[in-house]
């Protein structure tokens, strides 16, 4: 099986740009979470998805949001950019929602806000 | 709220030589899981080890293995017969058993294995 990819990779913007972020699930997979890592911060829950719903969110602002599709892929979205959101963003795939499901992480998209 | 706490940023041991990283977690829920996940340099973060609360006996895996203390909500991993290949950042998890409910991590210790 073809695990948790994330696209781009790499990505430059500038501030008050916005910028979308690409996660594309193991198969059969159906709930989707996004990490943001930093040196300063270590790793922040911003949401999870199931069946297209978000069912839980970190303490981030409302510049942040994404979706979920039918096929389980997901989308992350951050508008009106800042510096401080310069980060490694990892997406991650479980079965489903259940507490001790593994969770798989992609290679993550490495951000860099100038 | 729940919180994760590594205590090392950072760690040494020799190569072939055992080392414990600690993890302490403050919850009010009594049915949960924790996990060790392992970041290496530049590669994907993937699963070590994960404990069910529930269960008394601790979890192992080949080299790694844990030592789960409910009462005193310690979940410390034990690598032995290092190697080269761990040196990784390491994350401590935790996630309660209800539904909706998110995963918590640790800010990581940072593992370099010695030759």
């Known amino acids: 099986k073809a695990g948790v990819t994330q696209t781009p990779r790499y990505l430059i913007k500038t501030r008050g740009q916005q910028v979308t972020l690409s996660c594309s699930p193991i198969?059969?997979?159906?709930?989707v979470s996004w990490y943001q890592q930093t040196p300063g911060q270590g790793l922040q829950f911003l949401f999870e998805?199931?069946?297209?719903?978000?069912?839980n969110k970190g303490n981030f602002p409302g510049r942040f949001s994404g979706r979920q599709f039918s096929n389980s892929r997901s989308e992350m979205n951050v508008s009106t950019l800042e510096l401080g959101d310069s980060a490694l963003y990892l997406c991650?795939?479980?079965?489903?929602?259940?507490?001790?499901?593994?969770?798989?992480f992609g290679p993550g998209t490495r951000l860099l806000v100038l | 709220a729940q919180t994760v706490t590594q205590s090392q940023p950072e760690m040494s041991v020799q190569e072939a030589e055992t080392v414990t990283l600690s993890c302490t977690y403050d919850t009010s829920e009594s049915d949960y899981y924790l996990f060790w996940y392992k970041q290496p340099p530049s590669r994907q973060m993937i699963l070590v080890i994960r404990q069910e609360a529930y269960k008394q006996q601790n979890a192992t895996e080949n080299r790694f293995s844990v030592n789960f203390q409910k009462a005193a909500k310690s979940f410390s991993l034990k690598i032995s017969d290092s190697q080269l290949g761990d040196a990784a950042m390491y994350f401590c998890a935790y996630r309660s058993e209800g539904r909706d409910d998110k995963i918590i991590f640790g800010k990581g210790t940072r593992l370099h294995i010695l030759p």
């Open positions: 991650a795939s479980s079965l489903g929602l259940a507490g001790g499901e593994t969770q798989y």
């Open positions: 998805y199931f069946s297209e719903t978000q069912r």
């Open positions: 198969s059969g997979h159906r709930s």
